[in-house]
């Protein structure tokens, strides 16, 4: 199976799955560029997967159905136009052959879910390489404890986030953490692909803790900047990640 980022909007990335002359899309938040790679592909499309219920993760759902009645797999907790298999935690999920788990990972939104098929990883607005999404509709702690889910699977997993927000998300990690090698290093590498045109996503978990600063909350330098934002003492990991997502949202 081919995995294919099709870029969408200013940095959406909607990804096509491919087997033979089948295929499945996450997240379509546009039909057109997919409708355009099944026809120049000759593909035919079999599964629609949803991770959770923003405009640019589903506005091509309709679309897409008008073309092709397939199953639409989504999140349990949302409302998704087109749904036809709601799935939750525990939950499996074949595409194109590959079974998927379904993992609840809330905080984004109220009931994101992702998709994870060793080693692939679907994970929507919730991790992003080097950083994490904003909070829309759950707390710190439910983010929180989403992240550490994902930062759990194996070291060799490959993250397939929905939105190039990488170079960003490092200039924030390198204003939290300014001697993090490992920050200056995803730095470095990030430009080359940016520069090329080259998606810095799908990226391998097993280097994120190096230099994820919101999976750095037990880090004394990470704490330190933290509580000099929050202008307080920050008592948990929690109270640090929200700090840190505070602060990022104005960065
Ligand atoms: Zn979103």
């Not at 897409?64 to 639409?72: F, I």
């Not at 692909?193 to 803790?209: D, M």
């Amino acid at each position: 199976m081919q995995i294919i980022p099709l870029p969408a909007f200013r940095d959406n990335y909607i990804w096509l799955l491919r087997d033979g002359s089948r295929a499945a899309v996450v997240d379509p938040g546009d039909a057109a560029p997919v409708l355009a790679y099944l026809a120049a592909e000759g593909l035919t499309l079999d599964a629609i997967l949803i991770t959770h219920h923003h405009a640019d993760h589903i506005g091509g759902v309709a679309e897409l159905l008008a073309h092709a009645s397939v199953p639409v797999h989504g999140p349990a907790r949302e409302n998704i136009p087109g749904m036809t298999h709601p799935v939750s935690e525990g939950d499996a999920v074949t595409v194109l052959g590959k079974t998927f788990r379904v993992l609840d990972i809330p905080g984004h939104t109220g009931g994101h879910v992702g998709y994870y098929g060793a080693p692939v990883l679907f994970c929507g607005d919730t991790l992003f390489a080097a950083g994490c999404g904003r909070i829309f509709e759950g707390t710190p702690a439910q983010l929180f404890a989403s992240l550490e889910k994902l930062a759990a699977l194996p070291g060799d997993t490959q993250v397939y986030c929905t939105h190039e927000y990488t170079l960003s998300n490092l200039a924030f990690a390198a204003a939290v953490e300014p001697d993090n090698a490992a920050v200056s290093e995803r730095i470095a590498l990030s430009q080359k692909l940016r520069g090329n045109n080259t998606p810095t996503v799908p990226f391998r978990l097993a280097g994120e803790r190096n230099s994820n600063p919101f999976l750095r909350t037990r880090e004394t330098a990470v704490i330190r900047q933290a509580e000099i934002r929050a202008g307080q003492a920050l008592e948990t990991p929690v109270e640090v990640f929200a700090a840190l997502r505070e602060w990022k949202n104005g960065f």
